[in-house]
């Protein structure tokens, strides 16, 4: 199919936004600008043939904290067991369909426009993210198609079930683009088998679950408690510093909640553990999804083995899951960098330590007196300890850097930062496929890098509102990016809700970070002077 217009968004994060009987927003609702992805869509709606892609978390399932009463456990065959009244449904298939409907009531506008987009001939594929990984399931492929249909006209229908379709891994057109969500190259997002993301064994009574990520465990145990709160706490870039505010204003929820947190974190660990050994001894899972990793090889370019290897690669460059590192792992990505840290620096500080060289030396026994009244400058001005502690700093730096280096050619990232460590990705990717242009979502940062060589990477940033003071400056809070590739050009644009049309982004390339170790020898190096 050759597309007028390819679109990509991603991120909007749908919960069961505003109640149709009272008119109230959920509290864990992210998603309130349907009005504004409405008209986004009729602008470019008449350009059919187009692709829209959503590139992953267009829901967000567990922030769905709808329940249903006992007539609806009925129709939708939930068993009392899967409901937990305080952190939400379970992940099973029916649990799941249920939510997407509990989604599209609360977001009426959004759904019309988006059926209305594929009824004029254009075409819609719906990538999963990390918070919308149900989307796997099939009955809940089949309700949003079903729900779209119910509202379009019934001359068009036929055009939803036709045109939309929903990948299990990412969207490709040879040679050309690459869009994948982007989790999996996070150790707190990543699934172990993200196109079969079982667990390898069945509740009694609630069925087939899925194996969640670590960040999942998280929002269902602490941020949904607290959006009840704050709806913005996970609006707050960084989240480091609403964690700080929180903390001030709401020490009880916050202490509560991190230890509620942590003790189903603890089960979550021990969880992932038995479910390790159980692969040992059966990998099913483990094969099913190498199967399906096969079968998206074969769609694109049969009998390829290039194609083939390409993707067993990039499903290698996964991070690897912390819960299935169990928690002492977890714990030590915890405290690893400030320990890092302690131990570099530690040399420097034993500098502060040293006697008064002066007399160690035995300066004043010098017979020389210009000799003399030299040397005593020179110690008085510290020379000495600034050289042995600038002689510290580039051997530590050195090894650091060989380090680094030699994690490079193990396959593995140098750069601790997510927006590095997934443009990385993003470059071997282009290399192992040969396409010019690779797609993410994930990180809610718009983002831009040309590689050379006619290779970019794009981040499609998000649909939500971001509030991050370090940003203000040139970043709205409604960022309303996506991607548009047209004429086998890419281009980074967001749509302003004043003029009703797209603009070109301002993104602004900063220095990645120094390490924390690095950060502390120059903090110390200053202080020596």
């Known amino acids: 199919m050759n597309y007028k217009k390819i679109l990509v968004a991603s991120d909007m994060h749908m919960t069961s936004g505003k109640d149709p009987c009272t008119g109230v927003w959920s509290a864990t609702e992210d998603f309130f600008w349907d009005n504004d992805f409405a008209r986004f869509l009729q602008f470019y709606e008449n350009d059919s043939p187009s692709l829209l892609i959503i590139n992953g978390d267009l ?23 899967e409901i937990n009244l305080k952190y939400g449904l379970r992940t099973s298939e029916n649990a799941s369909v249920f939510q997407v409907d509990k989604i599209f009531k609360g977001h009426p506008v959004f759904f019309k426009a988006l059926s209305s987009f594929i009824s004029k001939g254009n075409f819609v594929k719906i990538l999963k993210g990390n918070h919308d990984i149900q989307l796997f399931w099939e009955k809940v492929q089949e309700r949003i198609v079903s729900n779209l249909e119910d509202l379009a006209e019934p001359s068009q229908k036929h055009l939803i079930r036709t045109n939309i379709e929903f990948p299990p891994w990412f969207f490709y057109i040879s ?18 088998n993200f196109l079969y993301p079982y667990l390898p064994f069945e509740y009694e009574d609630a069925g087939k679950q899925i194996e969640l990520d670590l960040s999942s465990f998280l929002v269902r145990y602490f941020s949904n408690k607290m959006e009840s709160v704050n709806p913005l706490a996970d609006n707050i870039r960084p989240l480091s510093k609403y964690l700080d505010e929180f903390w001030k204003n709401y020490p009880y929820i916050f202490i509560t909640s991190i230890g509620t947190s942590f003790r189903y974190l603890l089960k979550a660990f021990k969880k992932a553990k038995s479910i390790s050994r159980m692969k040992k001894k059966s990998s099913m899972e483990d094969e099913k999804n190498n199967e399906l990793i096969l079968a998206e090889a074969e769609k694109y370019h049969p009998g390829e083995t290039w194609f083939k290897e390409a993707l067993l690669k990039i499903n290698d460059m996964r991070a690897e899951p912390i819960l299935s590192n169990g928690p002492y792992r977890f714990l030590w990505n915890m405290i690893k960098t400030p320990l890092k840290g302690l131990v570099w620096v530690l040399p420097f500080y034993l500098l502060f330590l040293l006697p008064d060289l002066t007399e160690l030396f035995k300066i004043n026994e010098i017979g020389n007196d210009i000799i003399r009244n030299i040397l005593k400058v020179i110690f008085a001005l510290k020379i000495p300890e600034i050289l ?91 960022q309303f990016t996506f991607f548009l590739y047209e004429n086998d050009i890419g281009r980074l644009l967001y749509w302003n809700v004043d003029r009703d049309c797209p603009e070109e982004v301002v993104v602004v390339e900063t220095e990645p970070p120094l390490t924390q170790e690095e950060d502390s020898i120059i903090k110390i190096l200053l202080q020596r002077i």
């Open 59 to 81: 829901f967000d399932f567990l922030q769905v904290l709808i329940f249903p009463d006992e007539e609806e456990k009925k129709k939708y065959n939930i068993s009392s067991s």
């Open 175 to 192: 040679g050309k683009l690459y869009v994948e969500h982007g989790n999996q190259y996070e150790y707190t997002t990543s699934f172990r």
């Open 388 to 478: 042995i502690a600038v002689l510290l700093a580039i051997i530590l730096i050195s090894i650091r850097t060989w380090l680094r280096k030699k994690e490079d050619k193990k396959g593995k990232s140098g750069s601790d930062e997510v927006r590095i460590m997934i443009r990385e990705n993003a470059l071997k990717i282009a290399e192992f496929l040969k396409v010019k242009c690779v797609v993410f979502g994930h990180t809610h940062y718009a983002d831009i890098k040309n590689f050379g060589n006619g290779i970019s990477y794009f981040n499609t940033g998000t649909w939500m509102g971001i509030f991050s003071p370090e940003e203000e400056l040139y970043r709205n809070a409604k």
